[in-house]
């Protein structure tokens, strides 16, 4: 099937493109949303411009949208997003990598036959444990870009995810894979990625004890 991924630059998102790939399906482009609110209810926020860089690394086109962030109103820049990527790339169905949320799972579903589109979503109802277990495996490299949530602080951020991370993280009363907003992921390098994102310079921006942003201020690609 020819697909779309609604792609964050995540760690979610990437890992159902990976599994996309390995299942054979065709990958048409990428969609990234930009959100003016940095609480959005559907849309990633936390180092979003670098999207452009990752699909660099993927070798596959990327489609910007905009949206202003506002509950529900952010769901017809999405669907707008789509058309627009559509126009421009042949595609049956749309990516995501949901694996428990209703919320956004169902509105995309809801966008997605308004517009004759399946939804794929190899991670869904996926353990998130083994999710983590299963990055760790294939190699894929990536840091904490927001956090919110007790037990997690600022010293959680610009820090590559190790096993280590992983067994605290499944010690604190949070959904561990950071699907319920505890934090935001950034992939750096996968096994997918023909280049890999290095951070040269960053800026912390913190908001309480445990909420923390990551403002990355320089990166570029390297060969790997």
Partial sequence: M???????????????????QKQKHHISCLITLKSANPDSYMFHTPAIDLTELQA??????????????????????????????????????LLTGALFSEYQSGRIEKIAQKLGLKVISPLWHKSQEKELMELLDLNFEFILTAVAAEGLDYHWLNKV????????????NVNCAGEGG?????????PLFKQKLVIEETELK???????????KKVRLVNK
Wanted: charge should be positive; proline fraction near 1%; glycine fraction near 6%.
């Fill in 2 to 20: 020819k697909l779309a991924v609604l792609f964050t630059g995540g760690k979610d998102s990437t890992y159902a493109l990976y599994l996309a």
């Fill in 56 to 93: 660099k690394a993927l070798g596959l086109p990327i489609v910007f949208g905009t949206t202003l962030g506002q509950k529900e109103e952010e769901l017809k820049d999405l669907e707008k997003t789509i058309q627009k990527a559509q126009k421009k790339y042949s595609f049956d169905g």
């Fill in 161 to 172: 995810i190790t096993l280590k991370e992983v067994n605290l993280l499944k010690k604190l």
């Fill in 182 to 190: 505890e934090y935001e992921s950034l992939v750096l390098d996968c």
């Fill in 206 to 216: 913190i908001e309480s004890k445990n909420t923390a942003r990551l403002i990355i």
